[in-house]
């Protein structure tokens, strides 16, 4: 069984700054690689960032330069800084990690946490 649980979300301004945080934890192998991604209402659900085991991160094309992943050295935890936030950034923010606990990865989700910008 794996558990994420996600934290940092709340409100803030436009131009302000926010970091979320994702933690992995459960009988887990492997994991190769954890991101975010957001939905927003009506909206489908988008890659915000990831990053592999072999630190390789990838970026959506409305965040690039603004929000920044990382990992911790134990490789369980996420970060995600999100910087000059924009009212259009407004959205449940999902965590998601591919996991092994056997012998296949699966994509696990955590719970999600939501993300206000506004004034």
């Known amino acids: 069984q794996v558990h994420l649980v996600e934290s940092g979300g709340g409100l803030v301004q436009p131009g302000g700054s926010l970091r979320l945080s994702c933690a992995a934890s459960?009988?887990?192998?492997?994991?190769?690689?954890m991101g975010w991604y957001r939905q927003a209402p009506g909206k489908q659900r988008e890659l915000v960032a990831e990053?592999?085991?072999?630190?390789?991160?990838v970026y959506g094309d409305s965040v690039k330069g603004r929000f920044f992943i990382s990992r911790n050295s134990a490789w369980n935890t996420v970060h995600l800084q999100m910087n000059s936030l924009k009212p259009e950034d407004t959205a449940i923010y999902y965590c998601?990690?591919?996991?092994?606990?056997?012998?296949?990865?699966?994509?696990?989700w955590g719970q999600g946490t939501q993300v206000t910008v506004s004034s």
């Open positions: 998601k990690a591919v996991i092994k606990l056997v012998l296949a990865y699966s994509d696990y």
């Open positions: 459960g009988s887990i192998a492997s994991i190769d690689a």
């Open positions: 990053i592999t085991r072999g630190d390789r991160t």
